[in-house]
């Protein structure tokens, strides 16, 4: 079955405590990109990669550092949470992002709780 | 200008009736313009999307109607349904470079249907 796999899918921790969560998809994408989604902000761009080893700042960047060594594996990692970071996370990918009429698929989310 | 601005924030629509949601951009060179569809506990997933040299689109009871000239456009869910209750991204697309590109989102629509 064609999914985006993310874990975990609920984690509470404390500020200054580093992780990772990780995102993997078997859909053999290129594009892959990663959203935090909070109360009447809608989704907003972390960090997105066009391919391997090609990664770039989306919107709100500060915080977070991503990595793409691999097609299938977009991990996201917090080196110093804080809590203004709590917030639900989605993993996204589609087959390319030059055309428009690849759809993203998206995981089913990781809600992060930073006390 | 990189932004799709989204209205309205919240909808309550009655069993039946017709949901109307809209979208408006600035920038010429959003080349695609998908919406979708989110349920609690899910990650978002493509309901239906338009090019902008097309001023329609019908899937069902869900239809785009674009209008290129006022650079807007908009979902409507006709005899919406109970099932239909969930958030609503509209998007765009723009592609830069020779394989670059992205998705920009709006914030969101939440509609909640009444039986």
């Known amino acids: 079955e064609a999914q985006v796999t993310q874990n975990p899918r609920y984690l509470i921790t404390v500020t200054g405590k580093k992780l990772t969560v990780t995102c993997s998809q078997n859909?053999?994408?290129?594009?892959m990109s990663w959203y935090r989604q909070d109360p009447g902000l809608g989704l907003r761009q972390i960090y997105y990669s066009m391919n391997v080893e090609v990664t770039d700042k989306g919107d709100v960047p500060e915080g977070y550092k991503v990595s793409r060594k691999e097609k299938r594996n977009f991990p996201l990692i917090l080196e110093s949470p804080s809590p203004n970071q709590t917030s639900l996370y989605f993993c996204?990918?589609?087959?390319?992002?030059?055309?428009?009429?690849?759809?993203?698929?998206f995981g089913d989310g990781t809600r992060l709780s930073i006390l | 200008q990189q932004q799709v601005k989204q209205s309205p924030q919240s909808l309550i629509v009655q069993k039946g009736g017709i949901s109307i949601i809209n979208c408006a951009y600035e920038n010429t060179a959003f080349d695609y313009f998908p919406w979708y569809q989110q349920f609690p506990g899910k990650g978002p997933a493509l309901l239906i999307a338009?090019?902008?040299?097309?001023s329609e689109k019908k899937e069902g009871r869900f239809t785009i109607s674009f209008n290129k000239s006022a650079k807007q456009f908009s979902l409507h869910i006709m005899d919406s349904q109970p099932g239909d209750s969930a958030t609503y991204f509209c998007?765009?697309?723009?592609?830069?470079?020779?394989?670059?590109?992205?998705?920009?989102f709006g914030k969101g629509t939440k509609l909640s249907v009444k039986p």
């Open positions: 998007a765009a697309h723009y592609a830069h470079g020779g394989s670059q590109g992205n998705l920009i």
């Open positions: 996204a990918s589609s087959l390319s992002i030059r055309s428009g009429n690849q759809p993203q698929h």
């Open positions: 338009i090019r902008p040299d097309v």
């Open positions: 859909m053999n994408h290129e594009y």
